[in-house]
Structure formats: structure tokens, C-alpha cells
């Protein structure tokens, strides 16, 4: 075991501060990873003050990590020294379900390993996530990143990036497709480029005027205010699919009002309160509303080779760590285009 | 215009009683029909209430209805007099939106005109249901139906049928699929027969053992009594689709909770209470809960046909016309295995 410098919490109500945990000493196949940027969720947030009850304490947040491959275990063969390398929300799963052998271990039946407060089948303790100076990762969870793409950008893609994009390759997003993506914050920046990469026709649903610019230069192709009665009528029976990234309480029937026959509204973001849906919303132009949770390894490298070779990283504003408390308060009123990541360098 | 005889509601509040309505002598493209069959449904029962608001009276009520070909249109081609024929619940549509074109009528934009109490484009008038001794409907509404099946009981597969094979065939139910059907009634038991004719593996869900015998007679290859917990818990996470025919209020999320990863729950039946569902009930799992309302022309044309091959019909107790008040309350105590069929010879 290596004593390793990090970033966490003690308790619900403690600020993130520096801690020092054990990491492994990599075995035959994990790669041990130098973590260059880590990105900050807003699980980060919610799991550090226990808002989602379970979390054991200390706690190290930050499932979208990127760095350099410092050292590879004997039997690794898709990682070398030197390698750019990328870690998740996932570092192991049971892979014995339904679900791990179809590559969709992000909806483990036997029970996933999340990247933070998560049971360690190896240490026997819990895992701790990417506020730290290196991680050691089975190299099954590991994934490669393209040296095309600013670094720092790259790391929101861990989360951020495969939330949306698996939702809007499992329902076949893509050209002809009239796609409406609400709220524009971490999720929503990556899901209007995402769906605009792949060729469909991209609208930014938002209560904010003042996000209409942005929204315009993520590429998005049109733009609705939705206090605007008659920015709305326009689109009534309209999209395809809707991408609902908010976590903010919101009438979910709004929005099906939006969608025309078939359509579906794919919720990303988890509100407090649950959907109040008539049956006669969805009866009337057979459409659903579902869910969808990041997504499994094998897509999240397809999302990162996809983001490679379209060019697409998140937009960040890189941080020094010791200003990480200061970067949840402002996370919590929306002060950030679009992501947070923290320079491990300042480590 | 020819005086028909019919049985209708003069108010909300007055009994279905004899009146006499006019239909239209035949156009070139119309079919007439003497109706020798008519089901009763639910939605009849609502309307000639005025419980979904809207009726105007009187309503002749009735969508589930077969007959002979009494006479056609110089330029009807589809049927000749002595035909059998059906008709469910619309006589016509927009034919111009996107939904028309693609067949799917019962989603017409344009306004589809439903077989009773909706705004009648031919007579300037309102349409007039199947309790009547006639109907004129446009070729292109009305269906073939086969001699090879009962006629009495083909009647509700005009609508009780449609709505739940719909959605069975737009999900894909067949070999392999695991479905639940939840509720034994007029729509349940039409989806439990069909779901098996499909090749699927049918567990009936119902809180009433009385039901277990009736669902396995049926086909279903399980019975869930969803007040036992042993039972419930052998089926968590089990099923790819349920079926979910229920209209009074329930608690989607028990069933949420039975569907496997990418599982769609659909909604055929319209309970007072809207659905309450956390998102997170749907993101685990990328889960789908859908509505669907019953089936465009040529998709009820096609589940005929497939009841013709699998003779299928609906298991029906038949009616003298004079008993209909009696039968509308029995169908409100459940008291029906599984659809009132009123045998139009005693009109």
C-alpha cells in the first residue's frame, strides 16, 4: 500500500480538505494512474454533505478523472507507461449479470464498485475517487484518451459527457432527429454538442434569456424561453426525444406536451420530487418517459473516441484545489460554464 | 337520411334507453352495416355519464361492433353486400398529418372523428355509436373480419383487442420477451391471449386469487397474487414489459420495480390519480413507462387477421339490448368475464 495525498471530507458538514489515503500497489492487471484533472459533479457535492444518505466518512470525490499511466501491472495489455488513461463513476463490477456481459455495468445486477464510498472488493475498505495525486484502476476500467483533445477538457467526459451521450445513442439520436435538451448546465452543454455531433436537430429548452447565447455557440440550432407562450406554441408536438438534465423540481408534463407521437423524454437528472404523470399524457401520442444512468465501458470509450474524432471536450474553468469549497458553493447557484476541474498539479 | 334505431343516453344522468337516430344513405366510398354485435366498453360507460366531460346528448355509445354488409358505394372496393365487417373506434381522420400517412390514425393531429360523440364531417352532426340496428362508415374504416371465428366475440377485439396488441407489437413482444399483464379484465385478458399467441412468456399480476385459475386458462404461463411477497419477490427485476390495464389508482413504482434493465411499463388504462414516479426509479435500470391508445387502421385490419390465424377472440357474456343498464353496472362491480357483448337482435 502507497500513502497517497488527497482531497475529502470528514463529516457531512466539514469542508474538503487535504487527507492522506492508501492506494494498492498495482496487481497483474491494474494500471496506476497520475491524475491530471479531475472534474467536480455534483455528486461530488451531494455525497460529501451525505444529502444522498450512505456516505461513510472520509470520503475523496471525482469520478471524471484523467492523468498518465505511471505503472502497469505485469498482465496489462491495453495500457503502457506514459499512456494518457481515464477513470469513470465505475472501477469494478460483478461482471457475472446479464447486464456486465452485455457491457452495461453501469446497471450491475450483482452490485458495481463506484469510483468514491463504494465497497473495495480489493482493499476490503471503501474507494476513494480522483481528488488525489494517482488512482490504481483494473485495467478492464480503464479507459484509453485520444492525445488530441485539450486534457483538462476531456475529464468531464467521465460523467458528464457519457450520461448524455448514452441516452442519445440508446435511442438512436442522430440525423432527422428533432432532439430538445433542458436545462443547460454540466449535463445539458454536453448533451446539446453531443446530439449536434450526431446530426440531429438540436433546441435548447431554458427558463434563462441569458443562456440563449451560450446555447447558440454550443450549436445549437434553435433556442426556446420557455416562460415565452408563444416560443412554446411553436414547438408544441415537436421533438423526438427530449434530453431532461435538471434536478431542480419541474412539471415533467410541460414537457410531454412538447413531444410528438412517439416521443420520448429521457430523465438524466433526479429531481427531490417524483414525476406527476396523467396516464392520459403519455396514452395520447404513445410516449414515455424513462430513465437513463451513464453508461458501461465499452460505450463510455465509444463516447470518447466519438468526442475525439468530433472534437469535442466540455467547457471547463480549471481550479486549484484549495478552492474546491469555494467551487461547490458557486456550483450550487449554476456560477459555472459548464463544468469545474481541478488542476492536480496544485495538489 | 334513413331513421335508425338505436339505444342512447339522453343525459348524464338518464339510463341508455331506445331512441332513434338518422344515418347518412351511402356516399360511393361508404359501407352500411347492420350491426349484429356490439361490445360494450368502459369508455362507454364514461361518456354516456359525462364523467370525461365533453359528451353532448344523446349518445348512441358503442365501438366494438360487427355486422354484414348491408349495402355500398359505387366505388367501394373493398367490401361487397354480405361481407362481414367491423368497425372500432374511429370512422375517420385528418388523412393529411404525418400520423395518417404512416397509418396511425388513432394519433391523427388533424383531429381523428372517433365512432361516437365526436364532431361528424359528413352530417354536419355528431357520430352516432354501435347500439343501433346500423352504421355508414367510410371503406377505409372499416375492417374485414374473418368467418372463420365467432362473431360475437370478435366484437371487442375492435377496441379491448387493439389497445393491448398495439403495444405488444410496438415493443416487440415475442419468443423470449418476459411479460406481465396487470388486471384480469376486458383489456387483461385480451393481452394475456395475445401476448401468448406472440410467443411470449406471460405472468398474470393481479391482487385477487380468485383470478389465478381464469389467467392460467387463458395461457399465462405464471400467476403473481401481488399481495404476496415471496411471489413479488420472485419476479423483481423480471420482466422486459408489463402491460398495465388497471384504471383504478395504483402505485406504478411497485411495478417499476418488477421490470428489468431497459424494461417499458405501458399504460393502457387512465386511473383518476396521475403517476407518481421518482426519476431514479426510471435511471436505474433505464427504465420506460409509456402510454399507447389502441391502433391505427392498419394495424387493427392486422390484428384480426392474426386473431383469424390464432383463433383468438374475447371470452364474452352476451346481452339482450334491454339489459344493458344492468350489464353497465356489473361492469362497474368487475362483474363481467370479460366483455358484454349485446346481441343486436333484440333491438
Tied chains: 1, 2.
Excluded at 120 to 143: A, C, N, P, R
Excluded at 154 to 182: D, E, F, M, N, Q
Aim: include cysteine; aromatic fraction near 8%.
Amino acid at each position: 500500500m502507497a500513502a497517497t495525498k488527497a482531497y475529502g471530507a470528514q463529516s457531512a458538514t466539514s469542508p474538503i480538505a487535504p487527507l492522506t489515503i492508501e492506494r494498492r500497489n498495482p496487481k497483474p492487471h491494474d494500471v496506476q494512474i497520475e491524475i491530471l484533472y479531475c472534474g467536480i459533479c455534483h455528486s461530488d457535492l451531494h455525497t460529501a454533505r451525505n444529502e444522498w444518505h450512505g456516505t461513510i466518512y472520509p470520503v475523496v470525490p471525482g469520478h471524471e478523472i484523467v492523468g498518465r499511466v505511471m505503472a502497469v501491472g505485469n498482465h496489462v495489455k491495453k495500457f503502457k507507461v506514459g499512456d494518457l488513461a481515464g477513470v469513470g463513476c465505475l472501477v469494478d463490477s460483478c461482471r457475472e449479470c446479464d447486464n456486465c456481459k452485455e457491457g452495461l455495468e453501469q446497471y450491475c445486477t450483482g452490485g458495481a464498485t463506484f469510483t468514491y464510498n463504494s465497497a473495495d472488493k480489493e482493499s476490503g475498505g471503501l474507494t476513494y475517487g480522483g481528488y488525489s495525486k494517482s488512482i490504481v484502476t483494473h485495467e478492464d476500467f480503464v479507459l484509453r484518451v485520444s492525445d488530441k483533445l485539450l486534457l483538462a477538457g476531456v475529464a468531464p467526459l467521465l460523467c458528464a459527457g457519457i450520461t448524455t451521450y448514452s441516452p442519445l445513442r440508446h435511442w438512436k439520436v442522430g440525423k432527422g432527429t428533432r432532439v430538445g435538451v433542458l436545462g443547460l448546465g454540466g449535463l445539458g452543454h454536453m448533451g446539446v454538442k453531443l446530439a449536434v455531433a450526431m446530426g440531429a436537430e438540436v433546441t435548447m429548452l431554458s427558463h434563462s434569456p441569458s443562456k440563449e447565447q451560450d446555447a447558440k455557440r454550443l450549436g445549437a440550432h434553435k433556442f426556446i424561453l420557455t416562460s415565452n407562450e408563444e416560443q412554446v406554441k411553436s414547438v408544441h408536438h415537436y421533438f423526438d426525444f427530449i434530453l431532461d438534465t435538471v434536478s431542480a423540481n419541474h412539471d415533467y408534463n410541460f414537457y410531454l406536451g412538447l413531444l410528438r407521437t412517439n416521443g420520448v423524454m429521457v430523465c438524466v437528472g433526479v429531481p427531490d420530487a417524483p414525476a406527476q404523470v396523467p396516464a392520459g399524457h403519455l396514452i395520447f401520442g404513445r410516449k414515455s418517459i424513462a430513465g437513463s444512468l451513464i453508461g458501461g465501458i465499452p460505450e463510455t470509450q465509444e463516447m470518447l473516441d466519438f468526442c475525439a474524432e468530433h472534437n469535442i471536450v466540455s467547457d471547463i474553468e480549471l481550479i486549484n484545489i484549495k478552492d474546491i469549497n469555494e467551487a461547490y458553493e458557486r456550483m450550487l447557484k449554476g456560477d459555472v460554464r459548464y463544468r469545474f476541474v481541478i488542476d492536480m498539479a496544485t495538489l
